[in-house]
Each structure stands twice: as structure tokens, then as C-alpha cells.
């Protein structure tokens, strides 16, 4: 489900770059990678600097 919805996203992200001509709606699906990420580490029970550097001492 979330696939989906991520490439539907991009889709409309090029969609809109192609007829607004502007590049700047590229950076739409790399945005939402993020926000993505961002909520799925506040979902996680542990306080979020631990949960930061967790994610970020995995080798």
C-alpha cells in the first residue's frame, strides 16, 4: 500500500515537472522518503535521540 502510494507521488511529481516545466517538483518524492522515515522512528517506543542513535550506530 505504501509503494503505491509512494509511486503515485513520484508519478504526479514528474507529471507536474514536465508540464510546470520547473524541476523543483522533483525533490516531492524525496521529501515525502523523509517524512516517511521521520514518523517511523517517532513510532518507535524508545525516546527519539535514543532511537536516533540507534538507527545511526547500525552497522
Do not use: C, H, N
Request: charged share 10%; no cysteine; net charge positive.
Amino acid at each position: 500500500m505504501l509503494l503505491a502510494i509512494f509511486w503515485s507521488i513520484v508519478l504526479a511529481s514528474i507529471v507536474f515537472m514536465v508540464k510546470k516545466k520547473q524541476p523543483l517538483f522533483l525533490g516531492v518524492p524525496i521529501l515525502a522518503l523523509g517524512v516517511y522515515i521521520l514518523i517511523e522512528m517517532l513510532r518507535v517506543p524508545l525516546p527519539f535521540a535514543e532511537t536516533v542513535q540507534f538507527v545511526f550506530d547500525l552497522q
